[in-house]
Nanobody
Framework: QVQFVESGGGLVQPGGSLRLSCAVSGSIFSIYDMGWYRQAPGKQRELVAGISRDEITTYADSVKGRFTISRDNAKKTVYLQMNSLKPEDTAVYYC??????WGQGTQVTVSS
């Protein structure tokens, strides 16, 4: 059974930074693509960033240049570094493995 431990969410002022972490257990990690999705109130879930097993990265246009996804296969962890945060980044952020297995989500709120 795949399990996720997500951390790093919270309240931050506009222009601030947060780093999300997602540690995976119960599965081989290195062979799977990983991603971060988010869902804001009243909106559909959207892909924020993805990283393949070969560490090829993709980003939503809205976060390019501000967010960075990375992975540490030895620690079975994927990260999302979020800089220059905006109020519109407020959402629940989900760690996803192979577009199939979802974490429980962590709240990110950007507000002054």
């Amino acid at each position: 059974q795949v399990q996720f431990v997500e951390s790093g969410g919270g309240l931050v002022q506009p222009g601030g930074s947060l780093r999300l972490s997602c540690a995976v257990s119960g599965s081989i990690f290195s062979i799977y693509d990983m991603g971060w999705y988010r869902q804001a109130p009243g909106k559909q879930r959207e892909l924020v960033a993805g990283i393949s097993r070969d560490e090829i990265t993709t980003y939503a246009d809205s976060v390019k240049g501000r967010f960075t996804i990375s992975r540490d296969n030895a620690k079975k962890t994927v990260y999302l570094q979020m800089n220059s945060l905006k109020p519109e980044d407020t959402a629940v952020y989900y760690c996803v493995m192979s577009r199939t297995f979802w974490g429980q989500g962590t709240q990110v709120t950007v507000s002054s």
